[in-house]
Nanobody
């Protein structure tokens, strides 16, 4: 079964860190793009970071630059989102997806496979 499964979310205090995982099964991530998106309550889903085998990582939010990084472990068929110095405004459901093609995009219409999402709550 082809699927993406996120994990690693939870409740963390402001300034804390979390590492989210996006594990693929049924296909190899070696030559696939993975994008991380988030959706805060009452807001639309927005792109956060993306990693492509062709042109590396792409940030879609200036607010996470210097705090979030994306990486992949092909041996584990997993992409990670490392989130440091978390802020309350980072709260939301984080999802990973893979789009058609080999380049990063934050267009939701290009994504044809999504994980179920994982909740991240930043609060004291």
């Amino acid at each position: 079964q082809v699927q993406l499964v996120e994990s690693g979310g939870g409740l963390v205090q402001p300034g804390g860190s979390l590492r989210l995982s996006c594990a693929a099964s049924g296909f190899s991530l070696d030559y696939n793009v993975i994008g991380w998106f988030r959706q805060a309550p009452g807001k639309e889903r927005e792109g956060v970071l993306c990693i492509s085998p062709v042109n590396g990582s792409t940030y879609y939010l200036d607010s996470v630059k210097g705090r979030f990084t994306i990486s992949r472990d092909n041996a584990k068929n997993t992409v990670y989102l490392q989130m440091n110095s978390l802020k309350p405004e980072d709260t939301g459901v984080y999802s990973c997806g893979t789009p058609r093609g080999y380049y990063c995009t934050d267009s939701l219409y290009e994504y044809d496979l999504w994980g179920q999402g994982t909740q991240v709550t930043v609060s004291s």
